[in-house]
């Protein structure tokens, strides 16, 4: 038990001292810049879908 309250210890002391945080500009910048990853990757995927699905329709009509 004594080895868990010390992890739990270290780990408090090692958030407070050791670890740098970042401000809120640093916060706010880096939370633009995972949004618009995520609509410029979430636009990319739709956009391979709706080509492949379009292709595959193609594809099927020949065989009709």
Do not use: C, G, H
Not at 5 to 32: A, D, H, N
Not at 35 to 58: E, F, P, R
């Amino acid at each position: 038990m004594n080895k868990v309250s010390t992890y739990f210890r270290e780990s408090y002391r090692e958030l407070l001292e050791k670890v740098t945080w970042p401000s809120w500009s640093q916060l706010q910048q880096s939370t633009v810049i995972v949004l618009v990853a995520t609509i410029l990757i979430t636009v990319l995927v739709w956009l391979m879908d709706l080509a492949s699905s379009q292709l595959l329709k193609l594809v099927y009509s020949f065989f009709k």
